[in-house]
């Protein structure tokens, strides 16, 4: 214990002698563990963030829609239709079901027509894309199951139909009838128009759409899985069940976010393992350093060495010497940049959305420190092995 507490004695004051070389030849270190533990944050919070918006859609969301023939007529019994959903139900693995049909419309707003999109829903709807309504209320049963001529807008719509007013009990003319606006609403995020609900949307009772359609058909057939892990199954049930209720011809395109959350998976992953091969590249450079550095400290110390070889230091001791050196370079350079890649994230979630947080992955904390060390080792190992074989006559000769 005496000649390894002599040994790393001696390495802290040969530091403490050149602390600005030391703290020079640790920055590579610093910024390549702190790239690491930046990188892998914020890999994890990019994959959270995008994965929650994605789900944010519609929890475990299955939906099918006809495969529409251009070159032949639709047949009236290929439709789906609210029968389908309502026996959809009893699935195994589905826990709600939904249906809308959307149709364009126009609609006068201060004397000028205005082009909305008019969707009629069902009753387990909301619940499935979980709308947010920011006024008033949704339909009730007896909205649903009475026919009532009431109908909900987008916020984008209801700050253009009424920028200053409050558009609750007001009348809306769509066609020959008029409905009576009961609440606000908006997708939980935003789909950037890739859903079905636009930014001039206006929705109703399901039964209504019949006065304009002229058919009680279902577009589109959404389905809730219980948990993530039934989604295929309620996939591939709910496309099985469609083709027993309809003639052989006709085709359903069954659906769900699976493959888009897959696809933002494997991009992340990409992308996390593109960056951290940067934070290694600038490890290795700092590694490439550290040794340079070595070797100069072991040509400006060969006298140094000889004379303590001279009074008896063993090859071993020098060549620890030099090791822990090279350790606490690196060792020192990886704390200071995993202190800094934790602050970061601490500092920026301040300027977060409130419902968002930065997880932190205790591996790469690891993974960083480890790499770290393990760089400033490898590469120190080259000068100490040299310090460690010069001979104390020579040695001492040298000036």
Same mark, same amino acid.
């Given at each position: 214990?005496?000649?390894?507490?002599?040994?790393?004695?001696?390495?802290?004051?040969?530091?403490?002698? /050149? %602390?600005?070389?030391?703290?020079?030849?640790?920055?590579?270190?610093?910024?390549?563990?702190?790239?690491?533990?930046?990188?892998?944050?914020?890999?994890?919070?990019?994959? %959270?963030?995008?994965?929650?918006? !994605?789900?944010?859609?519609?929890?475990?969301?299955?939906?099918?829609?006809?495969?529409?023939?251009?070159?032949?007529?639709?047949?009236? +019994?290929?439709?789906? @239709?609210?029968?389908?959903?309502?026996?959809?139900?009893? &699935?195994?693995?589905?826990?709600?079901?939904?249906?809308?049909?959307?149709?364009?419309?126009?609609?006068?707003?201060?004397?000028?027509?205005?082009?909305?999109?008019?969707?009629?829903? @069902?009753?387990?709807?909301? %619940?499935?894309?979980?709308?947010?309504?920011?006024?008033?209320?949704? =339909?009730?049963?007896?909205?649903?199951?009475?026919?009532?001529?009431?109908?909900?807008? @987008?916020?984008?719509?209801?700050?253009?139909?009424?920028?200053?007013? /409050?558009?609750?009990?007001?009348?809306?003319?769509?066609?020959?009838?008029?409905?009576?606006?009961?609440?606000?609403?908006?997708?939980?995020?935003?789909?950037?128009?890739?859903?079905?609900?636009?930014?001039?949307?206006?929705?109703?009772?399901?039964?209504?759409?019949?006065?304009?359609?002229?058919?009680?058909?279902?577009?589109?057939?959404?389905?809730?899985?219980? +948990?993530?892990?039934?989604?295929?199954?309620?996939?591939?049930?709910?496309?099985? =069940?469609?083709?027993?209720?309809?003639?052989?011809?006709?085709? #359903?395109?069954?659906?769900? &976010?699976?493959?888009?959350?897959?696809?933002?998976?494997? !991009?992340?992953?990409?992308?996390?393992?593109?960056?951290?091969?940067?934070?290694? !590249?600038?490890?290795?450079?700092?590694?490439?350093?550290?040794?340079?550095?070595?070797?100069?400290?072991?040509?400006?110390?060969?006298?140094?060495?000889?004379?303590?070889?001279?009074?008896?230091?063993?090859?071993?001791?020098?060549? #620890?010497?030099?090791?822990?050196?090279?350790?606490?370079?690196?060792?020192?350079?990886?704390?200071?940049?995993?202190?800094?890649?934790?602050?970061?994230?601490?500092?920026?979630?301040?300027?977060?959305?409130?419902?968002?947080?930065?997880?932190?992955?205790?591996?790469?904390?690891?993974?960083?420190?480890?790499?770290?060390?393990? @760089?400033? !080792? =490898?590469?120190?190992?080259?000068?100490? /092995?040299?310090?460690?074989?010069?001979?104390?006559?020579?040695?001492?000769?040298?000036?």
């Amino acid at each position: 214990m005496m000649p390894m507490r002599e040994t790393l004695s001696v390495a802290v004051d040969a530091l403490r002698a /050149n %602390k600005l070389r030391a703290m020079l030849t640790s920055l590579g270190v610093i910024i390549g563990s702190a790239s690491i533990v930046l990188v892998v944050t914020v890999a994890l919070t990019s994959r %959270k963030f995008v994965i929650g918006q !994605i789900e944010a859609v519609g929890s475990n969301l299955v939906w099918a829609e006809l495969v529409r023939s251009s070159d032949k007529p639709q047949p009236l +019994s290929d439709e789906m @239709t609210v029968d389908d959903m309502q026996a959809a139900r009893n &699935l195994p693995g589905v826990v709600e079901t939904g249906g809308i049909r959307d149709m364009p419309m126009e609609i006068v707003i201060r004397g000028a027509v205005r082009p909305v999109s008019l969707i009629g829903v @069902t009753e387990g709807y909301q %619940k499935i894309r979980r709308l947010l309504v920011l006024r008033g209320r949704y =339909f009730d049963s007896l909205d649903l199951e009475g026919r009532s001529k009431v109908c909900l807008v @987008t916020k984008e719509l209801a700050e253009r139909l009424y920028p200053v007013d /409050n558009p609750i009990g007001r009348s809306l003319r769509m066609g020959e009838l008029t409905f009576t606006i009961i609440g606000v609403f908006r997708e939980r995020v935003p789909t950037y128009g890739q859903s079905e609900i636009q930014d001039q949307s206006v929705i109703i009772p399901f039964p209504m759409m019949k006065y304009f359609t002229g058919v009680d058909v279902v577009r589109t057939l959404f389905a809730q899985a219980s +948990s993530p892990e039934t989604v295929p199954a309620v996939q591939r049930e709910l496309s099985e =069940f469609l083709k027993s209720r309809h003639p052989g011809e006709a085709e #359903y395109k069954v659906q769900t &976010l699976s493959a888009i959350l897959s696809a933002a998976r494997n !991009i992340s992953l990409a992308l996390t393992i593109v960056l951290v091969v940067i934070a290694f !590249i600038a490890l290795l450079i700092s590694g490439i350093g550290i040794m340079n550095i070595m070797l100069v400290t072991v040509k400006e110390r060969t006298r140094e060495i000889g004379v303590r070889k001279a009074i008896g230091a063993q090859r071993r001791a020098i060549l #620890y010497q030099f090791l822990i050196e090279a350790f606490l370079i690196s060792g020192g350079g990886a704390v200071l940049g995993i202190l800094i890649g934790l602050a970061v994230p601490v500092a920026a979630q301040f300027l977060l959305p409130g419902n968002m947080r930065v997880p932190v992955s205790g591996i790469s904390v690891v993974v960083a420190f480890v790499v770290s060390c393990s @760089t400033g !080792i =490898f590469f120190g190992y080259l000068p100490a /092995n040299q310090a460690a074989r010069l001979q104390p006559i020579e040695s001492l000769r040298y000036e």
